[in-house]
T-cell receptor
Framework: GNSVTQMEGPVTLSEEAFLTINCTYTATGYPSLFWYVQYPGEGLQLLLKATKADDKGSNKGFEATYRKETTSFHLEKGSVQVSDSAVYFCALGNRDDKIIFGKGTRLHILP | NAGVTQTPKFRILKIGQSMTLQCTQDMNHNYMYWYRQDPGMGLKLIYYSVGAGITDKGEVPNGYNVSRSTTEDFPLRLELAAPSQTSVYFC????????????FGSGTRLTVV
């Protein structure tokens, strides 16, 4: 069945550092891939998505590329800010089916 | 658009009490979901619905019930509250055929004492 594996946290970085949160997946067919972000005390928000191989999703300085050959969708940001502190969830979904979420990675950014 | 609206935001229940968590969406999404999120943990699917009149169990349905009489509303019922149901509950909705992912509500924080 479909599954998502993402790196365990917490991840602690200093402001302006480079961020990578790894995500790999197992899936049948050609799913869409997503990154969601959850700020403290809030619900999950869609951060970015990619719907087919080699697509790059981007938003708020974050990027992730749909790599079918390595079954990966790693989240990157060149220079993180304190306001990026949150929990990040990798997810995949086929059309007409439920989305499968990873377990989440907590990110702490130190000023 | 209001998106997905959940009420109440906070609630404290005594063991054995019952309550209904309300969820409504105004985006004409056919799919709706209920998740729980325990402290420091990921999401666990409780129930979901692919359209009005249709509901199905997720991975942790015990102790909960749902109904979907309209496209907009998807209430979650706790009949006999237990401390193990202390959690944050999130409702979400989607149109899978559009491939846009889920829209989440802001959550209901429930404590059972």
């Amino acid at each position: 069945g479909n599954s998502v594996t993402q790196m365990e946290g917490p991840v602690t970085l200093s402001e302006e550092a480079f961020l990578t949160i790894n995500c790999t997946y197992t899936a049948t067919g050609y799913p869409s891939l997503f990154w969601y972000v959850q700020y403290p005390g809030e619900g999950l928000q869609l951060l970015l998505k990619a719907t087919k191989a080699d697509d790059k999703g981007s938003n708020k300085g974050f990027e992730a590329t749909y790599r079918k050959e390595t079954t990966s969708f790693h989240l990157e940001k060149g220079s993180v800010q304190v306001s990026d502190s949150a929990v990040y969830f990798c997810a995949l979904g086929n059309r007409d089916d439920k989305i499968i979420f990873g377990k989440g990675t907590r990110l702490h950014i130190l000023p | 658009n209001a998106g997905v609206t959940q009420t109440p935001k906070f609630r404290i229940l005594k063991i054995g009490q019952s309550m209904t968590l309300q969820c409504t969406q105004d985006m004409n999404h056919n799919y709706m979901y209920w998740y729980r999120q325990d402290p420091g943990m990921g999401l666990k699917l409780i129930y979901y619905s692919v359209g009005a009149g249709i509901t199905d169990k997720g991975e942790v349905p015990n102790g909960y019930n749902v109904s979907r009489s309209t496209t907009e509303d998807f209430p979650l019922r706790l009949e006999l509250a237990a401390p193990s149901q202390t959690s944050v509950y999130f409702c979400a909705s989607s149109r899978p055929d559009q491939g846009h992912g889920y829209t989440f509500g802001s959550g209901t924080r429930l404590t059972v004492v």
